[in-house]
């Protein structure tokens, strides 16, 4: 794009007669114009008064006549703009606030009148890039008024330069949702690089950022095979690899959300190609969306053979996905002549490592925990699916507890708890304080970090569910039910989102305060120093509130609250 300008000149004083004049028009139409122009308000504040002076006075203009019109239609708006700003901070107002609300007040009323034809004839018309617009893209104000436009506006020629030249200053970690970036590999490069650092640098924030990778890569199929083809490159390097190929996961799972149907790229990526029966039933099975009992048959068989696929043909997360829900969903029924082959499937990818000596040498699988995985896999998908009640799942417990080891099996009984307890009536029909599907879920939490997120985003539609057949009074006791298995998630490590989904429900003010006060006493019976400091920054405020935390403080300093904010006060004194 910017071969196109390199050969122009912006400087409009520099250029010669031949450049102002128009030889197709006469001095008439050249006068005419100029006069329309001159009659507008504040014509003489426009960039390019001075080449259509010359113009008007190369044409014969009068000299007196234009001094005249342009004084005439002299409205002095931005002059007055900055007398009542002047103003505003004479009488007391900040300069920054004075600053903000022009800034915003100019900001809406190019967004109600941005012409993207007239935006193009900056460069049409006037040459290479305007100074303006350089020191323009400098102020984070002004970038977020393009990033907008180019949003509503993705044709615009001007747009699309300046979001390269967003790019080029620097900026690129900002424009990650800007569809516009996905028109220009050298930008969309920049912001897929950006944007996987941040991915890699910030673990704690995976998820969030994965999701925001995500929905940039998804813009279209062409950023999507471009991405996911770079990251499966990424993917092979002994540093950061596994991350790479959980991120490239995670792009899959937002892909077949938004409806695409990507099978074709992933096994084109997932090394199917030399396995052509096992491609083509997998691909059968994820294009539909749908496990076939023949095409287990198929893979089953192949990864039995001396010469199996590749592990990473069945290691794809829809695939996993089906298999869980197809033995742990409550309601799924399977043929039993061919239970065991989804189980082995199952087992097989969960559990089954895969190492290449040396080049050009076949794989050698290590299948040690293979058969243990199956057995444990096989014992609890036959409880889960015997429809046993509370009295019964407790004389299978112990056996539970010990397939939970198993990080396959503790996935599917998240799969199993998921679909029993968000049924309407559960809580309705349930006896038990801790129902014990719920107190499963604290042993999958104890056993398996990897699991925690997955476990609180149970919690949390369990703790949002309306509840409507229950009593207040019930509705309560089995909301502080669902927040001791946060509090016991927070204990086993699962900190931060804790407390931030907490303090997010504090703040929106739609749960009930006694539910809050709850939450923050036990976990000042739990907790004990040292705290990090994003702990601090996120607890505090809530023990600090009189309405929370004012009845449980004593007359002296001897009460857990009173005794957090001493420490806190007394050692992380920066945060507060």
Request: with cysteine.
């Amino acid at each position: 794009m910017e071969e196109d300008y390199d050969e122009r000149h912006w400087d409009n004083a520099d250029r010669d007669e031949s450049e102002v004049l128009d030889e197709s028009e006469s001095p008439e139409q050249i006068l005419a114009d100029c006069a329309v122009k001159f009659a507008t308000p504040d014509y003489i504040m426009e960039p390019g008064i001075f080449s259509q002076l010359k113009r008007y006075f190369q044409a014969g203009g009068n000299p007196l006549q234009v001094i005249e019109e342009l004084s005439h239609n002299y409205t002095a708006v931005a002059q007055m703009a900055n007398l009542i700003a002047e103003w505003l901070i004479i009488g007391g107002v900040k300069v920054q606030d004075v600053q903000a609300m022009v800034e915003n007040h100019l900001k809406e009323m190019i967004l109600k009148s941005f012409d993207p034809k007239k935006a193009d004839t900056i460069f049409t018309e006037e040459g290479e890039t305007p100074a303006w617009l350089t020191q323009l893209i400098e102020h984070p104000t002004w970038r977020s008024l393009i990033y907008r436009l180019a949003e509503e506006y993705p044709d615009c020629l001007m747009l699309n330069f300046t979001i390269k030249l967003i790019s080029d200053a620097g900026f690129q970690g900002e424009i990650t949702s800007i569809s516009t970036a996905a028109q220009q590999l050298e930008v969309f490069s920049r912001v897929l690089k950006t944007s996987i650092t941040s991915f890699l640098t910030n673990p704690e924030e995976w998820q969030k950022t994965s999701q925001e990778c995500a929905k940039m890569v998804c813009h279209g199929q062409h950023t999507y095979v471009y991405s996911q083809l770079v990251i499966h490159i990424l993917a092979r390097e002994n540093k950061g690899g596994s991350s790479m190929k959980r991120l490239s996961q995670e792009i899959m799972k937002c892909a077949q959300k938004n409806g695409n149907d990507i099978t074709p790229i992933t096994m084109a990526l997932n090394g199917a190609a030399g396995y052509q029966l096992a491609s083509q039933a997998l691909s059968a099975m994820l294009s539909k969306n749908t496990l076939n009992p023949a095409d287990i048959s198929v893979l089953y068989k192949t990864y039995n053979s001396p010469d199996p696929p590749p592990l990473d043909l069945i290691r794809t997360p829809q695939f996993l996905e089906l298999l869980v829900d197809a033995l742990f969903k409550a309601g799924v029924k399977l043929n039993p002549d061919h239970k065991p082959k989804y189980i082995h499937l199952l087992a097989y990818a969960a559990s089954v490592s895969e190492v290449q000596q040396k080049k050009g040498q076949k794989r050698v699988c290590n299948k040690e925990e293979l058969q243990p995985t199956i057995r444990a896999i096989e014992t609890v998908h036959n409880i889960c699916n015997g429809n046993k009640g509370s009295s019964e799942l407790m004389a299978e417990l112990a056996t539970i507890y010990h397939s939970l080891r198993f990080p396959v099996v503790s996935l599917g009984v998240i799969r199993w708890v998921e679909c029993t307890v968000t049924e309407p009536s559960y809580f309705k029909l349930s006896t038990e304080h801790t129902p014990i599907h719920l107190a499963l879920l604290d042993e999958v939490v104890t056993c398996h970090t990897l699991l925690h997120n997955q476990v609180l985003d149970l919690l949390i539609r369990l703790f949002e569910s309306k509840q409507d057949e229950l009593e207040i009074l019930v509705q309560l006791e089995m909301r502080k039910m669902v927040l001791d298995r946060m509090v016991n998630l927070l204990c086993s490590g699962c900190v931060v989102p804790v407390v931030k989904y907490i303090k997010q429900c504090w703040q929106r003010g739609d749960t009930d305060i006694s539910l809050i006060r709850y939450f923050v006493t036990e976990v000042l019976e739990t907790i004990g120093p040292p705290y990090s400091s994003e702990f601090v920054h996120l607890f505090m405020p809530m023990v600090e509130n009189d309405e929370i935390t004012g009845t449980m403080r004593g007359d002296g300093e001897n009460d857990p609250v009173s005794e957090f904010i001493v420490y806190c006060k007394a050692n992380y004194t920066q945060m507060i």
